[in-house]
């Protein structure tokens, strides 16, 4: 899944795991679990 912030585009990878019996994740849910990963990860870059 790619993200965009900015001008900066990041590619995604999510590894998720459910318990037995859960149901399927829709594109929403993985949406926002790669964005929040992406812009931790965006945000740690831009401190000095």
């Known amino acids: ?4 912030d900015g ?5 995604v990878q999510v590894a998720v795991h459910r318990a037995r019996g859960d149901g ?4 929403d849910d993985l949406s ?5 990963q992406a812009r931790s990860v965006l945000d ?3 401190q000095p």
């Open 7 to 11: 001008n900066v585009s990041v590619e």
């Open 32 to 36: 926002g679990i790669a964005r929040s």
């Open 24 to 27: 399927p994740l829709t594109l």
């Open 44 to 46: 740690r870059l831009k």
């Open 1 to 4: 899944m790619e993200v965009q």
